[in-house]
């Protein structure tokens, strides 16, 4: 048997209750439906590449594909080509890439701010486990998402590949 949140709110007695609970779930259910369950190991595709790409083997991901979850695998040297968007000089901007239960790969990009600690994520879109992604902060000129190298000087680009369920929009305060 599938466990959804419906089953677990058509248990609660008062229908108004469960009405109002479900929105507020269904973006946990979400996130713990659609997770990585190893790292992806981002770096960077080559050197002068504009490209990421996975750098480990066997990256599982569990998806949420309808109404089942879906296990996806993502093979080592998987391309992650970046949304295509700028960040300006002396500003930060994180890039994500995104799998879903059909094993294909999507990206967004944050808003960029003056400090790492201003960017704004991108919203995580539903079904969707997060591979990883990079933060830039470009410093001798405008950096440009599936344009301008990873390692090109002053871009300072660095990589991370969550595990679990994660989304950093509610790190930034979505729950006050």
């Known amino acids: 048997m599938i466990d959804t949140l419906s089953r677990y709110l058509t248990a609660l007695a008062n229908t108004t209750t469960a009405r109002a609970l479900q929105p507020l779930f269904q973006g946990l259910m979400d996130r713990y439906a659609a997770q990585m369950l190893s790292p992806a190991g981002i770096i960077i595709f080559g050197g002068g590449s504009a490209d990421a790409k996975t750098g480990l083997a066997a990256v599982l991901a569990l998806t949420n594909n309808g109404n089942a ?4 695998s993502v093979a080592a040297s998987t391309t992650l080509t970046p949304n295509t968007g700028l960040t300006l000089i002396n500003t930060f901007n994180v890039y994500l890439f995104y799998i879903n239960g059909a094993g294909t790969i999507s990206t967004s990009m944050g808003t960029a701010a003056t400090t790492l600690a201003g960017v704004a994520f991108p919203q995580m879109p539903n079904g969707r486990a997060c591979i ?14 599936a344009t301008t190298a990873l390692d090109a000087a002053n871009t300072n680009v ?16 979505a729950i006050q």
């Open 158 to 173: 660095v990589y991370f590949s969550p595990v679990g369920p994660w989304d950093a929009t509610v790190l930034q305060g």
């Open 132 to 145: 990883g992604g990079f933060t830039v902060n470009p410093t001798a000129g405008t950096f440009t998402g």
């Open 69 to 72: 979850a879906a296990l996806v």
